[in-house]
């Protein structure tokens, strides 16, 4: 029964930290695929998935912090022969850097559709900021080198 609870606590986890990761590309892709479309509502699409972005980051720190726990998620394997792997690793610092990632560009996103309401580039440049924050929480989660160089 308690291995049950773990594998299930552990997939949440898992699911709380693709969320996380995966909030900023998602942002990404929207304003680059839709954002002349969407206009004004792929603001709010943004500011919605930068939220849930930091709240599953905050729910990430409580639980590493206090359960002390390490995640490493294998994503692919890039030679058997060598043994590289891209991997992800989740520690407390890593929490901790993915937080101030994800809060410090929601306020610069916040900022920026402000500012830059009426310009006509508006969309592809929120777009590449969304870009620019989902590999900078790539770099701040990568276990290994390789993992540094190819993100």
């Known amino acids: 029964m308690n291995e049950t609870i773990c594998i299930i606590g552990l997939n949440i986890i898992k699911m709380l930290l693709s969320l996380a990761i995966f909030g900023p590309l998602a942002s990404a892709l929207i304003y680059f695929n839709f954002g002349r479309y969407l206009g004004y509502y792929a603001n709010y699409a943004m500011l919605y998935l930068y939220f849930i972005s930091l709240t599953s980051c905050l729910l990430l720190i409580s639980t590493t912090i206090t359960d002390n726990l390490v995640i490493l ?36 996103n916040c900022y920026a559709i402000y500012y830059m309401s009426s310009d006509a580039f508006t969309t592809r440049f929120i777009g590449l900021l969304s870009a620019f924050t989902f590999s900078m929480c790539l770099l701040a989660i990568s276990s290994n080198l390789v993992s540094v160089f190819v993100f």
Request: include cysteine.
């Open 73 to 108: 998620m294998s994503v692919t394997k890039l030679s058997t022969i060598l043994s590289l792997n891209l991997e992800i690793a989740s520690t407390n610092l890593s929490q901790v850097v993915l937080t101030v990632i994800i809060l410090v560009s929601y306020c610069v």
